[in-house]
């Protein structure tokens, strides 16, 4: 393979990234994960964010704020694009690990980077806080509903960080939530079907 950039050495790249076999349908990289991963990430970030983001700023700057979001995805697919044609790797954990040991390369540096890692700590606590303002407002409601009883959100919370959050946030290798990745999609599909058959049909106009 011949690479005519300049910013990027032979040691790093594979000899070969194009000979390796389709990857089977559940694991890394196959049609199956990638739809997946971008139904899980459609879940969280646009049926419950969207609407919300919408209602507090406005249809117009809500709208113009989607455009922004959906120019960033593109050009971030596009990069990640063009690191996996280039670097042949085909999951999130092996590219990052390839762009870092990179950089490391170019700059001739042996240790972390600690930009990087407080970026990825800021970024990763903010998420947690979104969905936990999601959770706050839902779980309660559905506590009363399904228990016809008052629920504290601090309490639920709470409950939440220490039986949901915490458990799955001590492991070392984020390939351990691989049998929880597709929860929220099992859980949509649910709550749809609810709805269908729940709904009275009969009362509509």
Not at 71 to 91: C, F, N, P, Q, Y
Not at 102 to 113: A, F, I, N, P, V
Request: proline letters at 5%; glycine letters at 10%; charged letters at 10%.
């Amino acid at each position: 393979m011949t690479v005519s950039s300049p910013l990027l050495t032979s040691k790093i790249l594979p000899e070969s990234p194009t000979s390796r076999p389709p990857p089977g349908t559940f694991e890394a990289g196959s049609a199956f994960s990638c739809s997946t991963l971008l139904f899980t990430a459609s879940v969280g970030s646009g049926v419950l964010a969207l609407p919300s983001a919408a209602k507090g700023v406005g249809l117009g700057l809500g709208l113009l704020i989607l455009l922004g979001a959906c120019l960033i995805s593109a050009t971030s697919d596009w990069i990640l694009g063009r690191a996996v044609s280039i670097s042949g790797e085909k999951t999130y954990g092996s590219i990052l690990g390839w762009s870092v040991a990179y950089t490391k390369g170019r700059h001739g540096q042996g240790k972390r980077l600690p930009a990087f890692d407080a970026f990825m700590a800021v970024y990763q606590a903010a998420a947690i806080v979104t969905y936990l303002v999601f959770l706050g407002d839902f779980v309660p409601s559905v506590i009363q509903v399904w228990f016809d009883a008052s629920a504290s959100r601090t309490l639920a919370l709470v409950c939440i960080v220490y039986l949901a959050v915490l458990p799955l946030s001590v492991g070392s290798e984020i390939s351990s939530l691989r049998a929880v990745g597709s929860f929220s999609l099992w859980v949509m599909a649910v709550t749809a079907l609810i709805a269908v058959c729940k709904t009275p049909w009969n009362h509509l106009d």
